[in-house]
C-alpha cells in the first residue's frame, strides 16, 4: 500500500511539473538554460561541493569518536542520493550500513539522529535568518511575511517535539512500561533501541558544544548555498542582491520542509519557488527555471551518490566472500 501511495505521488509530482512547465512555456525554460550556457556547470559543481563539505564536517561533530573526513563523504553522498527518492528516510538507514564495521550499528545510529537534528534546527534558524534579513533589508508584502511566520513557527514547532522525543528516553519508559505488564519478549526487541536511547541521551547532555558546532556549520551550509540563487539569477539577468537570493532560499527550505513526504519534492519545489517570485515581483516564470536548475544540481549529485554506492557494494562483495 505504501508502494502504490508513494507510486502515486510521483506520478502526480510529475504531471504538476509537465504542466508548470506546459503553462511558462518551453521556450522560456529552454531559454534560461541557452543564456546560462557553461555557466550551469559552475552552478552545479561549486556552490554545492561548499555545502556537501560543511554538511559533512557538521555531521562529523555529532559522532562520540570523530571518523576520517573522507569516509564521511563519501557515506554522506550515497545516504543523500537514496534519500532524494524516499522522503530523507532510506538514506539515513543506508548511512547507519555503510559505517559498519568501524562505526557500531548502535553509535552510527545515534550519530546519523543528532545529524539529522542538527541540519533540521538549522533550517529553521536558516529561514529565521531570511526572516530577519527581509524585516531589515527588503520590503516584502504583508502576505509573504505572514506565510514566512506561520512557517518558521511550524517547523519551530515540529523540531522542538523530534528533540523532546529524543531528550526524553521515550523508548527507555516504553521498555519498563512493557515488562511491568509482563510483555518480556517484546521488550526484549526493543533493547538495541534502549541504548540508542542512551547514546542520544548522553550526547544531548555531555556534548553540548559539539552539537552546536554541528548546528553552526549546518547554518554555514544553509547560507552558502544561497549563492546558488545568486548566482542563478545574476547571469539570467535578473537584478537581486544577495540579501534576496537568501530570502528567496530561505523560503524554498521551508518549501522543502512542508513537502518532505513528496518523493524528490516533485512539483512541490517547481510550485513553490514559482509563488515565491511572483509573491516577491518576480516572474513566475524565472522562479520555474530558477526550480529546474537546482533540481539539475539534485541529479547530479545523487547519480554521483549512487557512484559511491555501487563502489561500497563492490569493495563489500569481496570481503563478505574473503570472510
Not at 541521551?201 to 544561497?226: K, P
Not at 540579501?243 to 513537502?259: E, H, K, N, T
Amino acid at each position: 500500500m505504501t508502494k502504490v501511495w508513494r507510486g502515486g505521488l510521483v506520478v502526480l509530482g510529475l504531471v504538476s511539473v509537465g504542466s508548470l512547465i506546459a503553462a511558462t512555456g518551453v521556450t522560456a525554460v529552454l531559454s534560461a538554460m541557452a543564456t546560462l550556457s557553461w555557466r550551469i556547470v559552475v552552478i552545479v559543481v561549486c556552490p554545492a561541493i561548499v555545502v556537501v563539505a560543511l554538511d559533512t564536517l557538521a555531521w562529523r561533530f555529532a559522532f562520540e569518536r570523530l571518523p576520517p573526513f573522507y569516509r564521511l563523504f563519501g557515506v554522506r553522498l550515497a545516504g543523500e542520493a537514496l534519500n532524494t527518492g524516499t522522503a530523507s528516510i532510506g538514506g539515513e538507514a543506508a548511512k547507519v550500513y555503510l559505517l559498519q564495521p568501524e562505526v557500531p550499528a548502535v553509535e552510527a545510529s545515534a550519530a546519523t539522529l543528532v545529524g539529522k537534528t542538527g541540519i533540521t534546527i538549522a533550517q529553521v534558524l536558516f529561514l529565521g535568518v531570511g526572516l530577519a534579513v527581509a524585516l531589515s533589508c527588503l520590503e516584502p508584502s504583508p502576505l509573504v511575511l505572514t506565510a514566512a511566520f506561520v512557517a518558521l513557527a511550524l517547523e519551530a514547532m515540529a523540531v522542538a517535539a523530534f528533540v523532546l522525543v529524543q531528550c526524553a528516553g521515550v523508548v527507555g519508559r516504553t521498555l519498563r512500561l512493557l515488562r511491568r505488564w509482563a510483555w518480556h519478549a517484546a521488550a526484549d526487541r526493543l533493547q538495541d533501541l534502549v541504548r540508542l536511547d542512551h547514546s542520544l541521551a548522553t550526547f544531548y547532555g555531555r556534548r553540548r558544544g559539539r552539537f552546536a558546532t554541528c548546528v553552526a556549520l549546518h547554518l554555514a551550509a544553509w547560507i552558502v548555498g544561497s549563492l546558488e540563487v545568486y548566482l542563478v539569477l545574476h547571469w539570467l539577468g535578473v537584478g537581486v542582491s544577495f540579501p534576496m537570493a537568501l530570502f528567496i532560499d530561505a523560503a524554498g527550505s521551508a518549501i522543502s520542509f512542508v513537502g518532505f513526504a513528496v518523493p524528490a519534492r516533485l512539483g512541490v519545489l517547481e510550485g513553490g519557488y514559482m509563488s515565491v517570485f511572483a509573491a516577491l515581483g518576480l516572474a513566475s516564470g524565472v522562479g520555474l527555471s530558477f526550480a529546474l536548475i537546482r533540481r539539475l544540481r539534485l541529479l547530479v549529485w545523487s547519480l554521483l551518490g549512487v557512484v559511491v554506492l555501487m563502489a561500497y557494494q563492490a569493495t563489500a562483495t569481496p570481503r563478505a566472500s574473503a570472510t
